[in-house]
């Protein structure tokens, strides 16, 4: 059975860091192009980062220089480094999987399946 699983998230202070995993089972993730979502209340689903099956990485302008995707291939499992959080960062995380094995954009149409998400809550 298909399946990918968040975890990581929690509740951090201003300024802290979490580190989100995304762990995959039925299916060989290293020919995937993997991507992190995330929804707050209230607002629509966005993009945050994308990690093809080359290892070329896409992020928001919102998260750059503070978010870091990577893939341990042996493990099957996709992580988000998560440092200098910000309230506005606070959301449920989601990682999907994506149709083709590169990144373009993050139309939801693209992707295959996704996790149940994990919380993050930035706040102090």
């Known amino acids: 059975q298909l399946q990918l699983v968040e975890s990581g998230g929690g509740l951090v202070q201003p300024g802290g860091s979490l580190r989100l995993s995304c762990a995959a089972s039925?299916?060989?993730?290293?020919?995937?192009?993997i991507a992190w979502f995330r929804q707050a209340p209230g607002k629509e689903r966005e993009g945050v980062s994308c990690?093809?099956?080359?290892?070329?990485?896409n992020y928001v302008d919102s998260v750059k220089g503070r978010f870091t995707i990577s893939r341990d291939n042996a493990k099957n499992t996709v992580y988000l480094q998560m440092n200098s959080l910000k309230p506005e960062d606070t959301a449920v995380y989601y990682c999907?999987?994506?149709?083709?094995?590169?990144?373009?954009?993050?139309?939801?149409?693209?992707?295959?399946?996704w996790g149940q998400g994990t919380q993050v809550t930035v706040s102090s």
């Open positions: 999907a999987n994506a149709r083709l094995p590169y990144c373009t954009d993050y139309d939801e149409k693209r992707f295959r399946f």
């Open positions: 990690i093809s099956s080359s290892g070329t990485i």
């Open positions: 039925g299916f060989t993730l290293a020919y995937s192009a």
